[in-house]
C-alpha cells in the first residue's frame, strides 16, 4: 500500500460512508423514514432532503453529527459520454483563481440553500462539525460543498466520496488538498469509467485535475487497496486504465463500491426497484 503524509485512511468508516452514499439513491419517504433497506443500517435520524434540479441530496444526524450525501445520475452511460467530450469550465468565487465544471456547480447550486437550511435546522450551525459524501455526480457535488461549506463558517470533519469525476482544474484541486488532505478520501474502483472523465488531458489540455489521496481497490475490498497521490505516484490506480470506449464495459464497477450497491440498486422500495439503467 502506498504512503502519504496524509492521516490514516480508516476502511470500516469507507463502508459505512459507501451505504450512506448509496442511501441519496433512494425514495424521499425511506430516506425520512429511515427505511430503504440495508443501506440504511447505520443509526441516522431527522433526514431532510433536498432537491435538485436533477438529484437530491439529504442531511440527517449520524453519531451526534450532521452527515450530507449527494445523490449521482442514475443514466451513468449518457452521463459519461457527456463528460468525455464536452467540457463547461466556469469561474467559481468560492475558490480562487480556479475553474469548476459548469454542470456540476449548478446542480450543486440547486440544493445549496436546502443543505445549508438543513443543517441549521438539526442542530449544527456555521461552526459546526460535519460529515459528507456522495457517488458520481454526487461525489464531485461533495468535493463542491465541501469548499463552500467551510468558507460559509462548517467544520469538515470527514469526508469519503466514491466514484468521482474530475470536477475542476489544477487550482481547485490545490485549493482542495490544502484545506481537505487529511480528512476527505476519494475512494475507487477497478475499470470505474466515471473517473476517467472529463478527461485531462486529450486534444487539448483542460488541465481538469483529480483531488488527492486516492484510494484505489483493484477488486473487492478483502483485496485491499493502494492509496495515490502525485507526490507518491508508484501506481497511477484508476487512471492507468484510461480508455473510456473500453472503460464503458465496465460499468458495473461504478455502481458497487465497497461491497454497496452505491445506485438506486439495493434500495428497499417498489420505485428504485422498477427502474432501470439508460445504456
Known amino acids: 500500500m502506498s504512503c502519504s503524509a496524509v492521516a490514516s485512511y480508516n476502511e470500516s468508516r469507507a463502508l459505512t460512508y459507501a451505504k450512506l452514499a448509496g442511501a441519496a439513491y433512494c425514495s424521499q419517504e425511506s430516506l425520512e423514514s429511515w427505511s430503504c433497506g440495508s443501506k440504511c443500517e447505520a443509526d441516522v435520524s431527522a433526514v431532510t432532503v433536498c432537491t435538485g434540479d436533477h438529484v437530491k441530496a439529504f442531511v440527517g444526524l449520524w453519531e451526534g453529527k450532521c452527515l450530507v450525501s449527494f445523490e449521482g445520475t442514475s443514466d451513468i452511460a449518457s452521463f459519461i459520454k457527456d463528460l468525455e467530450f464536452m467540457k463547461s469550465g466556469t469561474s467559481w468565487d468560492v475558490c480562487d483563481g480556479c475553474k469548476v465544471h459548469g454542470g456540476f456547480l449548478d446542480e450543486y447550486n440547486s440544493v445549496k440553500q436546502c443543505v445549508q437550511t438543513a443543517l441549521t435546522g438539526n442542530g449544527c450551525p456555521t461552526g459546526s462539525p460535519i460529515r459528507t459524501t456522495g457517488h458520481s455526480l454526487g461525489a464531485a457535488m461533495n468535493s463542491l460543498a465541501l469548499l463552500d461549506l467551510a468558507q460559509e463558517g462548517w467544520e469538515i470533519e470527514e469526508s469519503y466520496d466514491f466514484g468521482k469525476p474530475r470536477t475542476g482544474d489544477s487550482k481547485f484541486a490545490a485549493t482542495h488538498n490544502a484545506l481537505f ?37 483493484k477488486g473487492s475490498v478483502s483485496e485491499g487497496y493502494k492509496q495515490c497521490t502525485k507526490a507518491h ?18 460499468i458495473a464497477d461504478h455502481l458497487t463500491y465497497m461491497g454497496t450497491d452505491t445506485s438506486f440498486f439495493g434500495c428497499d422500495n417498489s420505485a428504485e426497484q422498477s427502474r432501470s439503467i439508460v445504456l
Request: negative net charge; hydrophobic residues 35%; glycine residues 0%.
Open 181 to 217: 488532505a487529511d480528512r476527505a478520501w476519494r475512494v475507487t474502483h477497478s475499470h470505474d469509467p466515471v473517473p476517467q472523465v472529463p478527461p485531462d488531458s486529450l486534444i487539448v489540455d483542460w488541465h481538469f485535475e483529480h483531488v488527492e489521496p486516492e484510494i484505489y481497490y
Open 233 to 250: 505516484d508508484d501506481t497511477k490506480c484508476v487512471e492507468q486504465y484510461w480508455n473510456v470506449p473500453l472503460d464503458l464495459l465496465h
